[in-house]
C-alpha cells in the first residue's frame, strides 16, 4: 500500500537503516543523504520517510510532506553553502527514475547548463 514501507524499496531501506547512507538532514518526515553516483561536487538526496512512488503521488497523497522535501532541499543548500542550485524528481524511467520511492536531488557546486540533458 503507498505510504508503507516497501520491503524491495532501496530508499525504505535507507529510512529503516537497514542500508547505510551519508546522511546530512533528518526531519521528521524526510531524511538527506549524498548520492552514491554523484553528478556534481554536492549531489544530495531528499526523501520523504514515507514510500509513495513519485513526487506527484507523495504530493498528490500527502501534500504536507512533499512541501517538507521541498523545504529540506532549500536547508540542504543553505548548509552546503550553495547559492545556485538544481533541485530535480526524475519521473518515469525515460526520464531517468530507477529508484521508485520519491525523491529529490539538489545538485550544485559547479556551473548547471540549461536547458538539462
Ligand atoms: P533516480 O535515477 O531514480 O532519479 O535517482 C536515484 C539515485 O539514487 C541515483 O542518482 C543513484 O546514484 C542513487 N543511488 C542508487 N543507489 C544508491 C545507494 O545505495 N545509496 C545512495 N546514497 N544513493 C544511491
Ligand atoms: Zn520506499
Known amino acids: 500500500m503507498t505510504g508503507e514501507p516497501q ?6 531501506k535507507i529510512v529503516a537503516k ?15 543523504f549524498r ?4 553528478q556534481a561536487p554536492t549531489h544530495v538526496l531528499v526523501i520523504p520517510k514515507v ?3 513519485d513526487a506527484a503521488s507523495l504530493a498528490a497523497a ?5 512541501a517538507d522535501v521541498l523545504r529540506e532541499a532549500g536547508e ?4 552546503e553553502g550553495l547559492d545556485s542550485y ?4 526524475n519521473t518515469g524511467s525515460g526520464a531517468g527514475q530507477t529508484v521508485f520511492h520519491a525523491h529529490a536531488h539538489v545538485l550544485g557546486g559547479r556551473g548547471l547548463q ?3 540533458g
Open 35 to 38: 548520492d552514491i553516483n554523484p
Open 76 to 79: 540542504v543548500a543553505v548548509q
Open 51 to 53: 514510500h509513495h512512488p
Open 62 to 66: 500527502e501534500p504536507a510532506i512533499a
Open 114 to 116: 540549461w536547458p538539462p
Open 86 to 89: 538544481r533541485t530535480v524528481f
Open 18 to 32: 537497514e542500508v547505510p547512507a551519508t546522511v546530512v538532514r533528518e526531519s521528521e518526515t524526510t531524511l538527506a
Open 7 to 12: 520491503a524491495d524499496c532501496l530508499f525504505c
